[in-house]
């Protein structure tokens, strides 16, 4: 089913910086939580990701990330994710992220 133009510029996805990732035992599927400065006009966001197979915490540390900041919160097990970060899914279900090439200002949009 294909989207309207309408319907896509509803999704708000930004550029954030991951400033803190913390091991989530909890979750079904291997997982971490993440937490994500998008800026100053969206703040600091807390995000569940499944990105253990291809990603170790100190190479997350500092990594510029895109998500989409306008979904509503999803209660995770304890944890309340409060943004989607994205990437590309592989065939074996470990997910490569989507990021800017070069470091940009926190908080800008994706268009």
Same mark, same amino acid.
């Given at each position: 089913?294909?989207?309207?133009?309408?319907?896509?510029?509803?999704?708000?996805?930004?550029? *954030?910086?991951?400033?803190?990732?913390?091991?989530?035992?909890?979750?079904?599927?291997?997982?971490?939580?993440?937490?994500?400065?998008?800026?100053?006009?969206? *703040?600091?966001?807390?995000?569940?990701?499944?990105?253990?197979?291809?990603?170790?915490?100190?190479?997350? @540390?500092?990594?510029?990330?895109? *998500?989409?900041?306008?979904?509503?919160?999803?209660?995770?097990?304890?944890?309340?994710?409060?943004?989607?970060? @994205? *990437?590309?899914?592989?065939?074996?279900?470990?997910?490569?992220? @989507?990021?800017?090439?070069?470091?940009?200002?926190?908080? @800008?949009?994706?268009?």
């Amino acid at each position: 089913m294909d989207l309207t133009w309408n319907e896509f510029e509803r999704t708000d996805m930004r550029v *954030g910086t991951i400033i803190e990732i913390n091991d989530f035992p909890e979750a079904r599927k291997p997982a971490y939580q993440l937490t994500i400065d998008f800026g100053d006009a969206i *703040g600091i966001r807390k995000s569940s990701a499944q990105i253990t197979k291809r990603y170790s915490k100190e190479e997350l @540390l500092n990594r510029q990330i895109v *998500g989409v900041v306008n979904f509503p919160k999803k209660q995770i097990g304890k944890f309340m994710s409060e943004c989607l970060v @994205l *990437g590309a899914v592989g065939e074996e279900g470990d997910v490569i992220l @989507l990021a800017p090439d070069f470091k940009i200002e926190n908080g @800008l949009r994706i268009g």
